[in-house]
Nanobody, 115 residues
Framework: QVQLVESGGGLVQPGGSLRLSCAASGFVFSRYYMSWYRQAPGKERELVAGIPSSGGIINYVDSVKGRFTISRDNVKNTVYLQMNSLKPEDTGVYYC????????WGQGTQVTVSS
């Protein structure tokens, strides 16, 4: 079965960096679009970044452009989110997602940006 397992979250000061990982299994990872979402307390889940299976256009929400970088390793079946210059408004639970015949989500990893 499809499994997505996020890791790498934590508490970081404003201006700091974190690297999130999402390890995928149960499907042919290299064939599918992968994305990162986040959900802040009291807010709806929003798309942060998405990356095609190979090549193609990488998408970012405007609020993270120039600070976050999504990447993938199709050998390790892992998608990453490098987050730099973190701000308090980046706080939330970060999820990875893929869609094969339906949407699959990981369990999420908490990111807290606070001094």
């Amino acid at each position: 079965q499809v499994q997505l397992v996020e890791s790498g979250g934590g508490l970081v000061q404003p201006g700091g960096s974190l690297r999130l990982s999402c390890a995928a299994s149960g499907f042919v990872f290299s064939r599918y679009y992968m994305s990162w979402y986040r959900q802040a307390p009291g807010k709806e889940r929003e798309l942060v970044a998405g990356i095609p299976s190979s090549g193609g256009i990488i998408n970012y929400v405007d609020s993270v452009k120039g600070r976050f970088t999504i990447s993938r390793d199709n050998v390790k079946n892992t998608v990453y989110l490098q987050m730099n210059s973190l701000k308090p408004e980046d706080t939330g639970v970060y999820y990875c997602k893929t869609t094969t015949w339906r949407d699959y989500w990981g369990q999420g990893t908490q990111v807290t940006v606070s001094s």
